[in-house]
Nanobody, 122 residues
Framework: QVQLVESGGGLVQAGGSLRLSCAASGRTFSDYAMGWFRQAPGKERQFVATIHWNGIITYYADSVKGRFTISRDNAKNTVYLQMNSLKPEDTAVYYC???????????????WGQGTQVTVSS
């Protein structure tokens, strides 16, 4: 089992920045790829970014490419999502997830956090 706890969400104006953190406990953090997903009210959960266990290979959704950066610190069992140039359409609950592979599909992640709200005002 892996337990995931997100933090760092909040209210920010358009153009601002936030950094989300996801702290993991339980099994060996470096064994897992980590992903960030988001879900806005009335919409399906959407892939945001993912990072391989080695921290080198990353993938991003087109909608966040160039604005968001995913990173991880295996010594601290933590994955981060730095979000810059935020837009109102980035408003959602953001979830981190752990899985065997750095993939875009949410169904292939085994463990999920409880989510953290990000609200971007215009």
């Amino acid at each position: 089992q892996v337990q995931l706890v997100e933090s760092g969400g909040g209210l920010v104006q358009a153009g601002g920045s936030l950094r989300l953190s996801c702290a993991a406990s339980g099994r060996t953090f470096s064994d897992y790829a980590m992903g960030w997903f988001r879900q806005a009210p009335g919409k399906e959960r959407q892939f945001v970014a993912t990072i391989h266990w080695n921290g080198i290979i990353t993938y991003y959704a087109d909608s966040v490419k160039g604005r968001f950066t995913i990173s991880r610190d295996n010594a601290k069992n933590t994955v981060y999502l730095q979000m810059n140039s935020l837009k109102p359409e980035d408003t959602a609950v953001y979830y981190c997830a752990a899985g065997a592979f750095a993939v875009l599909s949410s169904t292939l992640y085994d463990y999920w956090g409880q989510g953290t709200q990000v609200t971007v005002s215009s």
